[in-house]
């Protein structure tokens, strides 16, 4: 147990739909990472949060959005979903926001878009 | 953009046999970590290499850095059934904070 929760597990939706992907990090980590991975594909970096503040962002759709909260949680808003938009999305949380420190991750939420 | 190049996809060993995945980049390195995802599993981090031409050991697994930080090696000695999933190096480049994956490596082992 990574000790980073990602709600829902599991989503089933139609195409032009929005969904929000919840993430909540370790316990006292100020840095949340959002990541991509297509079936059987790497992981597409999407976007960092630290403390609040975006501090990276990837190739992140315009369609995705996300914040995170004074709480410390993230939440990953996908919007007008498009059938290639199922994949797997991992949040990770790392104590640091800067270019060090390992990442844990959730055990992701697998979006499927029919 | 920046990429992380990960080298082979694939690798289908016999149980005994080694294993040794390649990351490279064009561009220097900050410091370059190295993750396992377990088929159906999240990515879990095994190590963080940091300067140049450092090599850790974890039991049967040797991380290597290169001396101009560009690129990096995992090999494992002997493989496992319990090796079996996909490898991936990360790294961030310089003055970034983006951790960019590398494509990963998927290893298979034969009984």
């Known amino acids: 147990d990574s000790g980073v929760t990602q709600t829902p597990k599991h989503l089933i939706t139609a195409t032009g739909q929005r969904v929000t992907l919840r993430c909540s990090p370790r316990?006292?980590?100020?840095?949340v990472y959002w990541y991509q991975q297509s079936l059987d594909q790497g992981l597409q970096f999407l976007i960092q949060y630290y403390n609040g503040e975006e501090r990276a962002k990837g190739n992140i759709l315009e369609r995705f959005s996300a914040q995170q909260f004074p709480d410390l949680h993230s939440e990953l808003n996908l919007s007008s979903l498009e059938l290639g938009d199922s994949a797997l999305y991992f949040c990770?949380?790392?104590?640091?926001?800067?270019?060090?420190?390992?990442?844990?991750f959730g055990e992701g939420s697998r979006l499927t878009v029919l | 953009g920046q990429q992380v190049m990960q080298i082979p996809q694939y690798q289908h060993v016999q149980e005994g046999e080694d294993f040794t995945t390649y990351c490279n980049s064009s561009t220097t390195l900050s410091n370059i970590q190295w993750y396992k995802q377990r088929p159906g599993g999240h990515p879990v981090f095994l190590i963080q290499l940091v300067k140049s031409g450092e090599v850790k050991k974890q039991k049967r697994l040797t991380f290597q850095f290169g001396e101009a930080k560009k690129n990096s090696s995992l090999h494992i000695t002997a493989t496992q059934t319990t090796d079996v999933g996909t490898y991936f190096c990360?790294?961030?480049?310089?003055?970034?904070?983006?951790?960019?994956f590398g494509s990963g490596t998927r290893l298979l082992v034969r009984p």
């Open positions: 990770a949380s790392s104590a640091y926001g800067t270019d060090t420190g390992e990442l844990f």
């Open positions: 316990s006292g980590d100020l840095s």
């Open positions: 990360a790294a961030r480049m310089d003055s970034s904070y983006k951790l960019i």
